[in-house]
């Protein structure tokens, strides 16, 4: 980890800037896997399943029987920790649901505006060396509320063709039934074209690794919407001498453990506090499982030193994290500055587990800078809002000169002719 | 107009296909203007006005004095009209705000969430024909309410080297000062990229050709958020016998009269119907000026008689129109019904321009089927929503077990850590 002393913005930017993603390599072996998924269907998924998984798959749909066993399988202990956390992530998006607006905007004229789910959509949980059913409640528990009328998870099997309990369990227990056996870009070709297993979705979540996102983003050109650009996770802690070094550390190692690519960057406040906090990482990384993947992040991530408040939330929003932690005295003030950020941990006891959990924010977060312009995955990922309106006779002999003037003005004469045409029969009904 | 009689699912899709957009061409138009704006800047913007509006551009932002010129030209009455559209979609989408949700999950575990304004947008307003006035109040009203730091207006010059000034006059009324005269893809390449008289911003918003759409596109591969897709405008009206066919004809045609691409679509509840509207049409027809822009229009639609009002439903919501017309006896239930689309307009006297212009509704919607999985534009495009939460000592001694059993479950070591180094310290410190 690089120490960098009060940078210039410059200097931050480049010390600070993200690795550029290659895609055009990626696109050139998920575009064929997306064509042989859209003729061929299940045979394809299949064939990939073997070529890639390395393993034969006779069913792709996970059974019943296959869900049963799974409950038995789980360790009461974790499945009363999948139960809190589905209860707080539940109570904290189910209270995000707006209700329906509807407004006499002038007399006779009411303005509505009302979410509607989003019929079909895809959840993607990777697999891997981890089995990530925290994604399943991340995803799965705002699809339920919102009323999504299909919803389908994605996820790739083990040698074994087996998908792991944790997974299953979770699925089952927020009532999602129908949990595919495909993974990779073969896996979100098929929720953009539909197969014979697996229905095409209208909307495509979840995190996945260089293939899924490349496959993600070419389903965007066929009229699928996804969750966001994906990027690789990041952390930026902003920690003064109230900060604890120890707690500092193993936050900022918490994201280094992510993966290869992660990026962790430490804001401090003097270089007594950065020296505390890298030497605190330093003892702590060593009694990590992960600690190759660990330190190969650490090689991407740099130690800012920031002597002044306003030059630190500056950088901050300029950077716009995927997660913020601030421990700083100051830090009401701070956390009103800050513009950009995905989300934001708040304090020496609130680590960023946490929320990548069980407190009951969401951990589908924008990376890469789209901090900026998206917002991480909520009950509003899943809800498209509709507008409406009613005009009554009243209504449009109020408004409908507006209307006429401004068509006119605009020369779409069709458009001013709508409104004169029932003017002009109000008139002659009198 | 081709006219099909109770369609069965296979026909109606074939039927109501939306033309495809072929984009490889144009990217290849596009691709080198981004470039060139990226590396020259303002020198670009002026060399392409020349290039493609035929017009030397001195100064690329609008003066103080064309500002204050545009007011003494505007019509009173069109001034009048604008401020009451103005005020109708100020009312209306300031009441989308959704207020901060604060909420404790559980003891000593708080979790909020803020909507906090994207900090710069980008509003492309097209030239062309027309001067859209409408789409400036569409865009930077909502703009404005939601706080957005900086509001950049970029639109085409005539021949002479002027913006209209009924879009000078909107965008002053609204507070927007800067306008810059660039248009085309190279407009859409000055707010992505930034250069000397026009920056760079985090989300575009507004319509515009092909080359428009194009250069966004790419412009999202650059870290810039886009509204929505793009596609020609539609609207599918559903009429039965107690419809007024004249009405029905009128706004058939005020969607037709956009452009040549306009697809329209009547779906009506019996022959009689359609025979009437289709009669009226070719008789208001006539006495437009954009006739033949509509008269093409017109060859890529199709009136669909449908018999049964649940197989209506069924193909209003397969097609997702972006505006929908109901002008049916049993409107409550068939809006019910309606999952899919991007604005309703409901009853016989509610034509689509009321909201095109001024009811207080958006404009901005999605086409080509995008209703499906995208809203229209509202207050919510312009805001991204960030998490926050905080912690206690208590709060993570309650929480803390539940993380780091999930943690190690995903085997994520360092996860679980971040929690078991804060109870140890709590332990500890008692």
């Known amino acids: 980890m690089k120490t960098i002393y009060n940078p210039t913005r410059s200097e931050w930017t480049k010390a600070l800037q993200r690795p550029i993603q290659k895609t055009k ?41 296959e869900v049963l066993k799974a409950r038995e399988q789980i360790d009461p202990k974790l499945k009363e920790a999948i139960l809190v956390a589905k209860e707080n992530i539940e109570k904290f998006h189910a209270a995000q649901a707006q209700p329906d607006l509807v407004m006499e905007v002038m007399e006779g004229v009411t303005c509505m505006r009302k979410s509607v789910p ?20 991340m995803l799965g528990i705002p699809a339920n509320l919102a009323g999504c009328e299909e919803i389908v998870i994605c996820t790739p099997p083990d ?23 495909a993974g990779g870009a073969q896996a979100i070709a098929a929720m953009t074209f539909g197969t014979e297993s697996v229905p095409k979705v209208d ?34 802690v902003y920690a003064d001498s109230s900060a604890i070094p120890s707690f500092v550390a193993a936050d900022l190692l918490s994201q280094a453990e992510h993966g290869v690519d992660s990026q962790v960057i430490l804001v401090a406040s003097s270089e007594k506090v950065t020296k505390k906090v ?57 956390v009103s500055q800050i513009v950009n950020a995905g989300s934001i941990f708040i304090g020496n006891f609130t680590p960023e587990s946490a929320g990548d959990y069980a407190s009951g924010t969401n951990h589908t977060l924008p990376t890469y800078g ?27 002999k109020k408004l409908g000169p507006t209307v006429e003037i401004m068509a006119a003005n605009e020369l779409l004469d069709a458009h001013k002719n709508a409104v004169s045409i029932r003017l002009k029969y109000l008139k002659e009904k009198k």
Request: proline share 4%; aromatic share 6%; net charge neutral.
């Open 118 to 137: 989003i019929q079909r959509v895809g959840l993607y949980i990777p697999g891997g060396t981890a089995p990530l059913f925290s994604t399943v409640l």
């Open 278 to 334: 890298l030497k605190e990482m330093e003892e702590q990384l060593e009694n990590l499982p992960r600690k190759d993947i660990a330190k190969r992040a650490l090689d991407n991530s740099v130690a800012v030193i920031m002597g002044k408040e306003e030059n630190a939330i500056e950088l901050i929003n300029d950077y716009a994290p995927e997660h913020l932690i601030i421990c700083v005295e100051n830090e009401d003030f701070v």
């Open 25 to 65: 390599a990626i696109d050139k072996i998920v575009k064929p896997i997306m064509r042989k998924v859209s003729r061929m269907g299940d045979k394809a998924l299949k064939k990939f399943a073997l070529e890639y998984d390395h393993v034969t798959i006779k069913t792709l749909l996970v059974s019943n029987e």
């Open 159 to 181: 040698k074994e063709g087996n998908i792991h309990p944790a997974i299953l369990f979770t699925a089952d227990l927020i009532g999602i039934d129908k949990i595919v056996k």
């Open 203 to 236: 909307k495509i979540f979840g995190p996945g690794n260089q293939y899924v996102t490349a496959a993600k983003q070419l389903a965007t050109k066929k009229g699928v919407a996804i969750d966001m650009p994906a990027g690789p996770s990041e952390v930026l």
């Open 370 to 396: 789209y901090a900026k312009n998206y917002s991480g995955v909520s009950l509003d990922s899943f809800v498209k809002k509709i507008t409406y309106q009613k005009i009554t006779e009243k209504g449009i």
